[in-house]
């Protein structure tokens, strides 16, 4: 049972570039998530997903893009990469949607833009 | 979602009792508080939740004064590998899907 498996763990884009962060949870999770996490700050969301096929927007989804296909995979694109993006990006994963508790994170994707 | 007030840091001896205070004085009948921490570049993991009882798990055990307006989460036998950001969240357990992480308690074990 790998959990939440986040590749690649690091990143280095050009301005300008685009890219894709790969999200896999192996637990059946109804619920999944990409959160950023900037430098001595909290996590925000970016976008979320309660099922496959459907998706919606968190509190900073400018410039990313995600959809869900299956209940696995949760993938975030990076559509023109900007320095502004420079972060942390944290996936993570629920049984049930809704439900605070029990959220599975994977280990995080380390992104530099330059 | 109620706002939460933690202090930025602390410091616990090993083998000590380590006591994260959590102060949400506006707390809704519906809400629960919950408990995640953060180990140095990994991501968060969820520790504990309660609505107005006590709580204990393998973990930790989370205290909720009797009006709910604060909540103290405790590590009993605290290691050096307890050493983290400790992140207190209070929001309903439905509907919402946003966990909103604020700047938590930076929480050093000494040796």
């Known amino acids: 049972n790998a959990g939440v498996t986040q590749t690649p763990k690091f990143q280095v884009l050009k301005t300008g570039q685009s890219m894709t962060l790969q999200c896999a949870q192996d637990?059946?999770?109804?619920?999944m998530s990409w959160y950023r996490q900037d430098p001595g700050m909290g996590l925000r969301l970016i976008h979320y997903s309660v099922g496959a096929g459907i998706t919606d927007q968190g509190e900073v989804p400018n410039g990313y893009n995600v959809s869900r296909s299956t209940t696995e995979d949760f993938p975030l694109r990076l559509l023109s990469a900007a320095p502004s993006q420079t972060s942390v990006y944290f996936c993570?994963?629920?049984?049930?949607?809704?439900?605070?508790?029990?959220?599975?994170f994977g280990s995080g994707t380390r992104l530099t833009v330059v | 979602d109620a706002k939460t007030t933690q202090p930025p840091s602390m410091d616990c001896a090993e083998g000590r009792a380590a006591n994260l205070p959590c102060n949400h004085s506006t707390i809704s009948g519906n809400e629960y508080v919950y408990w995640y921490r953060q180990i140095h570049s990994q991501g968060p993991q969820y520790i504990i939740h309660?609505?107005?009882n006590n709580e204990t798990n393998e973990m930790a055990s989370l205290i909720i004064t009797e009006d709910r307006k604060s909540s103290t989460l405790i590590l009993p036998h605290a290691t050096l590998r307890d050493t983290a950001v400790y992140y207190c969240?209070?929001?309903?357990?439905?509907?919402?899907?946003?966990?909103?992480f604020g700047t938590g308690t930076r929480l050093t074990i000494i040796p």
């Open positions: 993570a994963s629920s049984y049930r949607a809704g439900r605070a508790y029990g959220y599975t």
């Open positions: 969240i209070v929001r309903v357990n439905f509907g919402n899907e946003k966990l909103t």
């Open positions: 309660g609505l107005k």
């Open positions: 637990m059946n999770h109804e619920y």
